[in-house]
């Protein structure tokens, strides 16, 4: 099969699409025939050997955390899935023309394909952040970095849970945050003042999905650290901030996304698609940090 791989740590340049073998279904696991993927900040972190000493790699490695496509092996123990059914979910080397899943769901009514490939890692992120902050109706919610992937998942997601959001966001992206029911402001320097401008009774709980350096002010705007969680500040824990890292629950966490997804109340949002060729441009795309909604790679 196709798959896009690399031999090495490094930049976009390192990816390379080649030749490699098809894996196969194992217990607990479904197969699929990918039809599109998307690119995370985890994905190019990986590959640049960021993340080397907790996630070593075996090279070549192929890239890739989710996928959407058509089943085409069930492996045992699996129940409620069957070869031909569309979904959507979390593997591992994912950029391939067929992929592993380890965590699935069916793909809600009305998707796209591309919707559906824009919809994995972010959304199971996303439900499992806002898990960890507790009953959201009635509540006020900062999210840090709210047009990005995981961000932009969180707000619809929050809103459908009946909380007032803010999103914080470049001002060439507000009128995108205020689609998604989010009030928005910009980040950076006078954030403390910006919300209390627009949440004057205060801010109930945070997450923050940008790790740019915000989070002991946002602990402080919240004033209980227990009521923030983050994504993306690996130095959470000696501000007493929820890190959530890895998606122990993700087969309820997409479950829950596609809960959301079929009320109507939650739709993926697609910053860009490239074909599988342009790989290397999909990911430095993401690596510039300014996509709004997710980037896709396409087969």
């Known amino acids: 099969m196709r798959a896009v791989r690399y031999h090495q740590y490094g930049d976009p340049g390192v990816l390379t699409v080649e030749d490699a073998p098809e894996p196969h279904a194992g217990l607990g696991e479904i197969r699929i025939r990918v039809q599109s993927v ?3 900040p985890y994905d190019w972190k990986v590959r640049a050997g960021y993340l080397a000493e907790v996630i070593p790699t075996t090279f070549p490695a192929t890239v890739g955390s989710d996928a959407t496509g058509i089943v085409d092996e069930v492996g045992e123990g699996v129940s409620g899935v069957e070869i031909g059914d569309r979904v959507f979910g ?3 080397g994912t950029t391939a023309e067929y992929a592993v899943l380890t965590a699935w769901s069916p793909v809600p009514r009305g998707w796209t394909v591309e919707q559906a490939a824009a919809a994995g890692l972010v959304s199971a992120t996303a439900v499992t952040s806002l898990d960890a902050l507790g009953d959201l109706a009635g509540r006020t ?3 840090e970095g709210a047009a990005g992937g995981v961000g932009s998942a969180a707000v619809q997601i929050a809103v459908a849970r ?4 803010i999103g914080t966001a ?5 009128d995108f945050l205020r689609e998604l029911g989010a009030t928005p402001i910009t980040y950076g320097e006078g954030l403390t003042e910006r919300v209390a401008a627009v949440a004057p009774d205060g801010v109930d709980a945070a997450l923050d999905t940008a790790g740019s350096g915000s989070l002991a002010e946002i602990v402080t705007i919240v004033g209980d650290a227990s009521r923030v969680a983050t994504v993306a500040d690996f ?5 007493g901030v929820t890190l959530i890292a890895g998606n122990a629950n993700a087969a309820s966490a997409l479950a829950g996304a596609y809960r959301v997804a079929e009320s109507g109340a ?6 860009a698609t490239y074909p599988l060729e342009k790989a290397a441009d999909a990911h430095a795309h993401v690596q510039g940090g300014h996509a709004r909604g997710k980037v896709l790679i396409t087969l």
């Open 170 to 174: 470049s001002k060439t992206n507000h």
């Open 90 to 92: 979390l593997g591992q």
């Open 162 to 165: 009946g909380a007032t959001v």
């Open 266 to 271: 939650y739709t993926p949002r697609v910053d």
């Open 141 to 143: 919610v900062l999210v």
């Open 235 to 239: 130095g959470a824990a000696a501000l």
């Open 38 to 40: 998307s690119v995370n």
